[in-house]
């Protein structure tokens, strides 16, 4: 802060003050004020004065130079307080509220607009269109409220003529979700009558200046405000008309933003219009001695203003109906005073209502839309303040009395919470104390703070006593039950006969005849600024003020005729319908009598202050520097009975005395322990208490503090940034450590899970594995019985996982199983067994038959049976061949039919021997007539039939084509086993033998392609071959 301000400026806190005394105060506040110096803190209390001019403290670029700053970072501001409320809303989740007083003028308003436009600023960065809806109807909603609820007065040309307190609702990203306003206590005698010099509510100029000609003939208006008696006294004192025309334009604008429809704007002026032609209406005895209207037109128009039917507003105007008892209703006619005094009433509870209504149409705009609490956590809430100054007017009234008792009540809501609190809490917390002489005190002594004595200014728990006027007595005289003056006031209303004023002053008098604070004529007959009857006066904590009581009973009773009401509940006009919702009672229903104006103001004011406690308050502290609204002109003796009565000099005092921030220790310790290698994650210390002691000393701020019972006192605030700062400087670091833990917690939990699926599907895995064994191992038991050796058992479908090995148990079972029918074969049936495998090897699934049920006898020419007639010739021949060739067995011998190449068909034998394939001629002793080495055959083709056609293919030479011979059983199949011995010897020689099944069997005769296939017929006796170009076929006997 001092950075950007020098010591020219004064100083920027008055708690920096050499001298808490009124001249040093006054003297910073001027010095500061000349130049250009508005805001003044004291700790966290803004004191503004008006400056009665532009300054260019204001804007986007202020807001952003405060923006995120901490309030002691930047020259007081109203945007550093806005900003602080802000920050300690989003930083603790807590609701805040700002409150703004001051007396009128003193520029309260213009801070709430600034305020608001802050928070507007720096909200909803991501551009939501709902929260920016939402900031829109905020801050239009300033304007349309001023429209309806300011006036000119003369202490301020803007001045609210009501209380406002606006909450915002923000989410928990701290963007504006929506808002409500409670308006209270309008100052609705303001329709009917103004001071001089003062004019009535804006609404009623800008309708009259703004509107469009058309549309003022539509309600049957005149631009001039001085021809309605509701806005003569001010229509002199208009703004230009222009200027009047563009604020008209600028509400119907906002009211547009807001959400109010054609149908409800054009209402709200026909309302309006109605009121002034209301105030026009003047009454006159008629010579029969009946009441009746001067200007019957003005009735007219008001019935078409407010859609009614023009009889029934004359009867409301010159009548009122009263119940007589029972069911029985009377209708009893007015005098010109009573239809007088119903007339105004009921302007004014129009104009009342129709304010009421508009604050609750922005209302309903504004509330926050669609939100759960459960899922959006709970709204946090900003309220601002914005309520009527202390008034002192030549003649105050009941109007007055309420807005002073109001500012009371605030007061005490201060007292409470800057300075008795502290001074409770101190005690509390046992802070040790050393009473000193007292300090000189503004007003009053009502009551005491204990206050830090300034040095020594390390030793912080040496306090003195700081007097201060407690102004709870005061607010005890007003609102105190039975004995209050509301409480008189109320039973002078209920209270049956003509009460008059002049009797509830008497009560006054005798009930408060003793109190300090309140005066009258009777009680003190020597001071003749007050009036006999008519006068009490009270002293308030912001001065005297002389009361009169003319109007306080009829302004409290508040009493609108029961007609006025009905009438007004049965127009067409919806709008305006709306806003007389008891209208709809039967006379005869309303029995209960309404609660009077001050009570109903007393109970809001009670209901605000719970509110505004609730909250955690920032005040901006208003001064009027000047009752002429003169630029740059600080009138002295006006502010030095501000600063006073604001109680700002006990402020200060408390203020060095005390400590800007307390918090116990374990909440302390919860924010910054991570500043401290002591505190952090956990301290080992024997107490909270002494974890704090290190924490501070650490960081060297052990000085500014002091120590509670259960509490830490930090004096500046200061202390508190440095601690913010090394906390925001770690706060990411103990993110990333969260993060790193957390995520290795989740990484953990998935592994753990992941480990116990896996030991589920082993587990499992091994059971259905076990369960396949221990199935196999039951299934094979019979696996061993012969003869089938387990051919019909099946395996039942194994685990995934076993398949692999199933398939090998399979291989292994069925090699097994091989063995064992193998190891009961005779040795001399193996050849025969080798040769079936071998030709099943070759055939199988190629050639159906080939013969493998039969014995394989392989040398049939030697076999008596099958060649009876010559197999000992053949013997011989087989011995002469032996001893010649050498050979060491016979593989197959049979007789052939055989074609040549020169298309000869012959019978021939057919001899296989382990060296040679010989072909012989039965005829002729079986001589040899051709002999061929083994080594030279390369293949064999057979045919897929049952015939017995063979082509041997021999590698240089022409292949052998043969046909094997009758047999017996005739056509018995010899193919297969011709095939099986050959390509066993072969397998055992280690030699290819190509084996192939077709139909049409190619071959090679020297050299020439030929084919050979096979023609089934039935009548053919013998198989033979028929030739023709280029192919044999074998003509085969099928039966
Ligand atoms: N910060 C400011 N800068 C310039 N002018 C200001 C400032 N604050 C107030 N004013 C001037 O003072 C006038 C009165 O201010 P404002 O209406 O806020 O007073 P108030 O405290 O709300 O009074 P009331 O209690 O009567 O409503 C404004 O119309 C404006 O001209
Ligand atoms: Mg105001």
Request: charged share 25%.
């Amino acid at each position: 802060m001092e950075d950007e301000e020098g010591a020219e400026y004064g100083k920027a806190d008055f708690v920096l003050l050499d001298q808490v005394t009124m001249e040093d105060f006054m003297e910073n506040l001027k010095l500061r004020f000349q130049k250009g110096r508005i805001y003044t803190y004291i700790g966290e209390v803004l004191v503004s004065v008006n400056p009665y001019q532009e300054l260019p403290l204001y804007g986007p670029e202020a807001i952003a130079r405060y923006q995120g700053r901490e309030l002691y970072e930047r020259p007081p501001h109203l945007y550093a307080v806005a900003n602080a409320a802000y920050r300690a809303m989003k930083r603790r989740a807590r609701d805040t509220c700002i409150v703004i007083s001051g007396e009128s003028g003193a520029g309260k308003t213009e801070a709430s607009k600034h305020i608001m436009q802050y928070i507007a600023a720096v909200t909803n960065p991501s551009q939501r269109a709902e929260v920016e809806r939402v900031k829109d109807v905020l801050l239009r909603s300033t304007c349309v409220l001023e429209a309806f609820g300011n006036a000119r007065t003369n202490r301020n040309h803007n001045s609210s003529r009501f209380g406002k307190y606006m909450d915002i609702n923000f989410d928990f990203k701290g963007d504006p979700v929506g808002g409500h306003i409670h308006s209270y206590l309008l100052e609705k005698s303001r329709v009917l009558k103004q001071h001089v010099g003062e004019r009535n509510f804006h609404a009623f100029y800008q309708v009259l200046r703004g509107c469009e000609d058309a549309e003022l003939q539509d309600l049957h208006l005149q631009r001039n405000p001085a021809l309605y008696s509701f806005t003569r006294q001010g229509a002199g004192l208009s703004a230009s008309e222009s200027e009047e025309r563009s604020h008209h334009r600028a509400v119907m604008e906002a009211m547009q933003v807001i959400g109010f429809s054609a149908e409800e704007m054009g209402s709200v002026h026909r309302i309006l219009a109605a009121i002034l032609h209301l105030g026009n209406i003047e009454f006159v005895e008629t010579e029969e001695g009946h009441l009746a209207v001067a200007e019957e037109v003005l009735v007219d128009h008001v019935a078409e203003l407010t859609a009614t039917p023009r009889e029934q507003v004359l009867r409301c105007l010159l009548s009122r109906t009263v119940a007589s008892g029972g069911r029985e209703v009377i209708e009893k006619g007015h005098t010109v005073a009573e239809a007088s005094y119903a007339r105004d009433a009921g302007a004014k509870a129009v104009y009342q209502r129709l304010f009421e209504w508009v604050v609750n149409r922005i209302n309903s705009v504004m509330e926050p839309r669609g939100r759960d609490a459960r899922r959006d956590g709970k709204d946090t809430v900003i309220g601002v303040l914005d309520i009527y100054g202390f008034e002192v007017f030549p003649v105050n009234s009941f109007e007055q009395f309420c807005i002073n008792y109001c500012n009371e009540k605030l007061q005490q809501l201060f007292i409470q919470l800057i300075l008795k609190q502290e001074q409770e809490e101190y005690e509390r917390e046992g802070i040790a104390w050393q009473s000193v002489s007292a300090r000189p005190c503004a007003l009053r002594p009502g009551g005491v703070v204990w206050a830090r004595a300034r040095s020594p200014p390390a030793r912080p728990t040496s306090l003195s006593q700081v007097e201060f006027f407690n102004n709870a007595t005061i607010v005890d005289l007003v609102e105190r039950p039975h004995r209050g003056v509301l409480a008189v006031l109320d039973e002078a209303c209920c209270s049956a006969g003509t009460i008059t004023d002049r009797i509830f002053l008497q009560s006054l008098d005798t009930h408060h005849r003793h109190h300090p604070h309140y005066t009258s004529r009777q009680l003190c007959p020597t001071d003749k600024t007050m009036e006999f009857g008519r006068d009490f006066r009270i002293r308030h904590y912001a001065g005297d003020v002389t009361y009169s009581v003319l109007g306080f009973i009829d302004k409290n009773r508040d009493a609108l005729f029961q007609d006025f009401k009905r009438l007004l509940y049965n127009s067409s006009d919806p709008t305006l319908r709306a806003m007389w919702p008891d209208g709809q009672q039967d006379i005869t229903e309303v029995t209960k009598r309404p609660l009077t104006a001050g009570t109903l103001f007393k109970n809001s004011m009670v209901a605000l202050v719970d509110n505004l406690a609730s909250k955690e308050p920032f005040y901006v502290r208003c001064i009027k520097p000047n009752q002429d609204k003169a630029a740059a002109r600080l009138d002295e003796a006006h502010c030095r009975h501000q600063v006073a009565y604001l109680g700002l000099l006990e402020n200060v005092r408390v203020r060095r005395a005390g400590f800007a921030s307390r918090q116990p220790y374990p909440r302390f310790l919860l924010r910054y322990k991570m500043t401290c290698e002591y505190t952090w994650p956990n301290h080992l210390l024997g107490s909270d208490r002494e974890a704090v002691g290190a924490l501070l000393e650490q960081h060297g701020l052990q000085g500014d503090v002091a120590f509670g019972r259960s509490k830490l006192f930090i004096r500046s605030p200061r202390t508190l940034v440095t601690l913010e700062q090394s906390r925001a400087r770690l706060v990411p670091i103990i993110v990333l450590l969260l993060q790193k833990a957390w995520r290795g917690t989740l990484a953990r939990w998935r592994c753990r899970r992941l480990r116990a699926a896996y030991t589920i599907m082993r587990c499992y895995r091994r059971h259905k594995v076990r369960a396949h064994l221990v199935e196999l191992h039951q299934r094979f038991q019979a696996a061993r019985q012969p003869p089938l050796f387990g051919r019909d058992l099946a395996w039942p479908p194994p685990p995934a996982v076993l398949q692999p090995f199933q398939d090998a148990c399979r291989a292994l079972f069925c090699r097994w199983r091989a063995r064992q029918l193998v190891k009961n074969i005779p040795p001399s049936d193996m050849a025969q067994i080798k040769a079936k495998v071998a030709a099943m090897g070759a055939l199988q699934e190629l050639r159906p038959d080939w013969g493998c049920r039969r014995a394989w006898l392989r040398d049939y020419l030697s076999s008596a049976a099958d060649n009876p007639a010559a197999s000992s010739l053949f013997a011989q021949r087989l011995k002469s061949l032996r001893d010649k060739d050498g050979f060491g067995a016979v593989l197959f011998s049979s007789h052939v039919r055989k074609v040549n190449r020169f298309n000869k068909r012959r019978d021939r034998a057919l001899l296989l021997t382990d060296r040679h394939v010989y072909k012989l001629e039965p005829g002729r002793q079986y001589r040899v007539m051709r002999a061929v080495p083994l080594d030279l055959v390369t293949g064999l083709s057979v045919t897929s039939g049952r015939d017995q056609l063979v082509v041997l293919h021999l590698k240089g030479q022409d292949d052998l084509v043969v046909c094997l011979h009758r047999s017996r059983p005739p056509l018995d199949n010899r193919v297969g086993e011709l095939v099986g011995v050959l390509a066993g010897h072969c397998q055992g020689e280690g030699r290819p033998l190509e084996v192939r099944v077709s139909d049409c069997i190619p071959l090679s005769q020297r050299g020439a392609r030929r084919l050979v296939s096979v023609e089934p017929r039935p009548e053919q006796p013998e198989p033979d071959f028929r030739c023709s170009r280029g192919s044999y076929t074998l003509l085969w006997p099928s039966s």
